[in-house]
């Protein structure tokens, strides 16, 4: 899979890329990832990348040509079919679903603007779709680009390890994670729980489900309106409730 990422700061972009999971994948060949700078696009001395907004206020405007040029240069490297994503507050959200869906596509061009925002033209010509990460004011797209493709990486086969793409697939897929815990068995007075010493893999396996669907009706009910619970779920469910004193889920069918 292949990235390219537009922004006027492609150090922060490359810093990323040298690090863990996404770093490893691609000194591995298997995700391949670009900038293309704005800045590299400019035809004045000043190297000029914004301009005033028209109707008056405060900042700037990430100005048209620069930007159209290096998004044109990004895609022009990028196989067909890629998708041309724009990082915004006021794009559509972006979460797993959107995440599977993109990690089928051969590349992604990434636009990550930054100053109060991209001229209008440019999005309405050169993008595809607009993306948020969640309801809160960035000052640049950057963040937003590198969390879009953390996460798609993580999707590409052979990113991750076997155990750990599994998981990412069977049951924990739309809940919040289990508890993890490492030694000392003992930590200020507070114990790893007994069953994960067992290394009964078949208890060790209902707990952390328990905690996964437990934790997820506790602090985020919303994501059980997409999830079905089969006869194993919702009895480790209610025994999950009962023991923390919550009230279980109603009958669902
Ligand atoms: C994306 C970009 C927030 C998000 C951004 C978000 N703020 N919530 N700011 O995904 C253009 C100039 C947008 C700064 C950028």
């Avoid at 991750?160 to 990412?168: F, I, K, T, V, Y």
């Avoid at 809940?175 to 060790?204: A, F, K, S």
């Amino acid at each position: 899979m292949r990235f390219e990422v537009v922004t006027l700061f492609p150090g922060l972009i490359q810093a990323y890329l040298e690090v863990g999971v996404v770093g490893r994948a691609v000194s591995r060949g298997l995700l391949r990832v670009e900038t293309e700078d704005p800045r590299s696009h400019t035809l004045d001395v000043h190297r000029t990348v914004d301009d005033r907004p028209y109707g008056g206020g405060p900042g700037m405007v990430m100005k048209p040509e620069p930007l159209a040029a290096a998004i044109r240069a990004a895609r022009a490297r990028s196989p067909e079919g890629s998708w041309v994503v724009g990082l915004s507050a006021r794009g559509g959200p972006f979460d797993q679903a959107v995440a599977r869906r993109f990690a089928e596509l051969p590349g992604l061009v990434l636009v990550a603007g930054r100053y109060e925002g991209v001229d209008q033209r440019v999005l309405d010509s050169l993008v595809d779709e607009e993306l948020s990460i969640g309801d809160y004011v960035l000052s640049g797209g950057e963040l937003p680009a590198l969390v879009v493709m953390d996460v798609v990486a993580r999707l590409v086969p052979g990113v991750l390890g076997d155990e750990a793409s599994a998981r990412q697939d069977s049951f924990s897929d739309g809940l919040l994670d289990w508890p993890h815990y490492t030694r000392p068995e003992e930590w200020e007075g507070l114990r790893v729980p007994e069953v994960l010493q067992g290394g009964h893999h078949e208890e060790i396996r209902r707990w952390r489900l328990k905690q996964a669907l437990g934790r997820t009706w506790q602090g985020r009910p919303a994501l059980f309106g997409q999830r079905r619970l089969n006869d194993e779920e919702r009895r480790l469910l209610e025994e999950y409730c009962a023991e923390v004193g919550v009230e279980p889920p109603g009958s669902v069918d």
